[in-house]
């Protein structure tokens, strides 16, 4: 039985001066103006309004289609904060609502928001190069051809490596489960395709953890999530925290409904640390990210980015081959960008049902958080509401009238 729905809705109008033009890796960067959204510089209310209002209506619509139990959305720019909308509750069953203070499994915005985090500090820092193969920093991952896969092909799944396999099947613990992963042997050559590879992510999790001495769960917190404030975001959150996090599946696997605890089952087996899946966030929390990449890195004071890095791992790799930067997804017009984004936007979507997209040209950026896993995996009606809210948001933004942009 479907419980009734709470709305939580919350508009302000900060916004614009100058902002990051993706460019490829190599050439300087190049800092363009960006949009002018009024002549105050700000959002006007009516537009905030109207954007809060949008994305009321499309996420009232996914409880109604019965797409996820509940959901935070979170609009903004370089600035801050536009609109922010939670609807549903935590659960199907009786649970609290849906507000700012929820915690989110990422999934795989975990490659994005930690994994890719991490490496983007470790290359500017000279400490990991790209182009150099992943035995200079991984030498015990042998086989076939493995020798020729870089870091770069890992960050844009062109490594050859296998999408997935079962290692919460296959494994006993966490130690033969990472064993497996660095036993899998590629399915092709580097390079000739992409393959979106949780292995890969796993790999380059471990790249990090090599290269810094430190694991995620620790790396992060100091280098990346405390220097920008984001202070509900983790891996292993514990057990105080559950009245703020949202169930997920029903998992066949662990035999009971998860709270609280990763859903991916591969994260899970090797021990719920991992730079493909496991982090736990809020929407207030990733907006400090993504206000972080649209001033170039910095956020109140603190630069955890700088644009150069910004924009070698945002630009596309390989265009013949994929949509892929390094480690962020790009814009297609068919993915859940939506269509309205520039070709400068870059984003990524999580299994549970979250996604985020960042668009510099439009100074702007999309969050959406749900649980449209709960209670089961098998509902796919994420996909038109991802799509749906993109789309009404840009669309929305570009309604000021006095809005410009300038080339």
């Not at 644009?307 to 949509?323: C, K, M, Q, W, Y």
Request: proline share 6%; net charge positive.
């Amino acid at each position: 039985m479907r419980r009734a729905r709470h709305s939580l809705a919350f508009a302000t109008t900060p916004i614009l001066a100058l902002t990051l033009a993706c460019s490829h890796a190599g050439p300087p960067v190049t800092v363009r103006p960006r949009t002018q959204v009024s002549s105050a510089g700000e959002v006007a209310p009516s537009i905030a309004r109207r954007v809060a209002d949008t994305m009321r209506v499309v996420l009232e619509k996914g409880t109604r289609d019965s797409a996820f139990p509940g959901a935070f959305a979170i609009v903004g720019n370089h600035a801050g904060i536009v609109a922010r909308i939670g609807v549903g509750h935590l659960d199907w069953a009786t649970s609290p609502a849906v507000d700012g203070n929820t915690m989110w499994d990422l999934a795989s915005l975990t490659k994005v928001v930690g994994m890719t985090s991490a490496m983007m500090q470790l290359v500017e820092q000279g400490k990991v190069d790209v182009n150099a193969p992943v035995q200079r920093y991984l030498p015990d991952w042998v086989g076939p051809n493995k020798e020729r896969v870089t870091v770069r092909h890992l960050l844009t799944h062109a490594s050859g490596l296998p999408a997935w396999r079962p290692l919460y099947k296959e494994a006993t613990d966490a130690a033969s489960a990472m064993r497996l992963v660095y036993a899998t042997p590629l399915d092709t050559l580097p390079g000739v395709r992409m393959v979106y590879s949780d292995l890969g992510a796993i790999l380059l999790g471990e790249i990090v953890r090599r290269v810094s001495g430190e694991p995620l769960d620790v790396y992060l917190p100091k280098r990346v999530f405390g220097p920008l404030g984001m202070t509900s975001t983790m891996y292993k959150p514990p057990a105080s925290m559950l009245d703020r996090i949202a169930w997920t599946e029903f998992d066949p696997w662990r035999r009971r409904h998860l709270h609280g605890e990763v859903h991916d089952e591969n994260c899970a087996m090797l021990g719920g640390v991992t730079g493909h899946a496991g982090l736990f966030s809020t929407g207030e929390d990733l907006a400090r990210l993504a206000m972080a990449y649209l001033n170039h890195g910095t956020l109140d004071g603190r630069r955890v980015f700088s644009p150069d890095v910004i924009a070698r791992f945002t630009t596309i790799d390989n265009a013949s081959l994929s949509n892929r930067a390094l480690g962020w997804e790009k814009p297609t017009g068919a993915n859940s960008g939506g269509h309205k984004l520039s070709a400068s936007a870059f984003g990524h979507t999580g299994f549970t049902g979250t996604s985020i997209w960042i668009d510099p040209e439009r100074d702007a950026f999309v969050i959406l958080l749900t649980n449209r896993v709960n209670p089961t995996r098998q509902n796919s009606r994420i996909g038109g509401v991802r799509i749906a809210l993109a789309d009404a948001v840009m669309t929305a933004l570009a309604s000021d009238p006095s809005s410009t942009t300038r080339p």
